[in-house]
T-cell receptor, first 113, second 112 residues
Framework: QKEVEQNSGPLSVPEGAIASLNCTYS??????FFWYRQYSGKSPELIMS????GDKEDGRFTAQLNKASQYVSLLIRDSQPSDSATYLC?????????????FGTGTRLQVTL | GAVVSQHPSWVICKSGTSVKIECRSL??????MFWYRQFPKQSLMLMAT?????????EQGVEKDKFLINHASLTLSTLTVTSAHPEDSSFYIC????????FGPGTRLTVT
């Protein structure tokens, strides 16, 4: 079982729709959860971080965390073509800054016109 | 804030030569920096964790004598790929940790 699992996609959604990206993790001790966006040929860009159960909203993005189910998701409202990218889920066992992240393989999102 | 730079952004070198990649945190001090490698259509692979003033911690399977890491200051870490071979051609990305990890723009290495 992979430590962090994501559906590789591609996930195709029409412009203006809600894109729902999902991630599961195996380590129950995980404390910090992150979503990164990576455009082709570029490095990852941090979109959201979430540390406690529930929802966290930032603009068009909402991260959802359920530690009991070991599940974290990212919702993108009003999807735009510029949202087309690979979205990486990452988890961290500690809340401190010095510990390494474990990444999923990413979900490729395509927003169609 | 939380800007991380890398230099060079791309480099082409001949097999057998060494290449140094710099990673700088521009507006914050980073006790810890991380080095990743990413092959086409694959996810990030952590190579090593770099701590200022101490030896880097390498992930299993990463040759520490081939990938030399120096973290001489709180804003600079360097990765040197020694005796590079074509199979070392990849996208090398560093990150610096503040509250979260922030990534540099990456360095694309091509070994001919």
């Amino acid at each position: 079982q992979k430590e962090v699992e994501q559906n590789s996609g591609p996930l195709s959604v029409p412009e203006g729709a809600i894109a729902s990206l999902n991630c599961t993790y195996s380590d129950r001790g995980s404390q910090s959860f992150f979503w990164y966006r990576q455009y082709s040929g570029k490095s990852p860009e941090l979109i959201m971080s979430i540390y406690s159960n529930g929802d966290k909203e930032d603009g068009r993005f909402t991260a959802q965390l359920n530690k009991a189910s070991q599940y974290v998701s990212l919702l993108i409202r009003d999807s735009q073509p510029s949202d087309s990218a690979t979205y990486l889920c990452a988890v961290n066992r500690l809340t401190g800054t010095a510990s390494k992240l474990t990444f999923g393989t990413g979900t490729r999102l395509q927003v169609t016109l | 804030g939380a800007v991380v730079s890398q230099h060079p952004s791309w480099v082409i070198c001949k097999s057998g030569t060494s290449v140094k990649i710099e990673c700088r945190s521009l507006d914050f001090q980073a006790t810890t920096m991380f080095w990743y490698r990413q092959f086409p259509k694959q996810s990030l692979m952590l190579m090593a964790t770099s701590n200022e003033g101490s030896k880097a911690t390498y992930e299993q399977g990463v040759e520490k004598d081939k990938f030399l890491i120096n973290h001489a200051s709180l804003t600079l870490s360097t990765l040197t790929v020694t005796s590079a071979h074509p199979e070392d051609s990849s996208f090398y990305i560093c990150s610096a940790a503040l509250n979260e990890q922030y990534f540099g723009p990456g360095t694309r290495l091509t070994v001919t």
